[in-house]
């Protein structure tokens, strides 16, 4: 049981920055394609990043591309993602998925094919 948990959430003035971190146990980190999900209050949970296993490929929702960056460190099993020029439209609860991969370049925006979540870190941005 892959056991997934978030940090790095707070609450930023809009243009600051935040890193979050997603720290991975109880699985083989290295086989899993990951992402990084939202949501705010009142909406559904929409994608917001993703990265093969290999590190090789990366997807992102359009509206935080050229502000986000998603990265992974498979020898520390954890999965970032660097936030910034924050706009006060990106806060919501930040959750981190992983999903077993059939190959290292597989990659994946959809919240329903994921196999794990983590717990979720709050990012508040105000304006």
């Known amino acids: 049981q892959v056991q997934l948990i978030e940090s790095g959430g707070g609450l930023v003035q809009a243009g600051g920055s935040l890193r979050l971190s997603c720290a991975s146990s109880g699985g083989t980190f290295s086989i899993y394609a990951m992402g990084w999900f939202r949501q705010a209050p009142g909406k559904e949970r929409e994608f917001v990043a993703a990265i093969s296993e290999n590190g090789a490929n990366t997807d992102y929702t359009d509206s935080v591309k050229g502000r986000f960056t998603i990265s992974s460190d498979n020898g520390k099993n954890t999965l970032y993602l660097q936030m910034n020029s924050l706009k006060p439209d990106d806060t919501a609860v930040y959750y981190c998925?992983?999903?077993?991969?059939?190959?290292?370049?597989?990659?994946?925006?959809?919240?329903?094919?994921?196999?794990?979540w983590g717990q979720g870190t709050q990012v508040t941005v105000s304006s």
């Open positions: 998925a992983a999903r077993v991969a059939g190959s290292s370049s597989y990659i994946e925006s959809q919240p329903q094919e994921y196999d794990y």
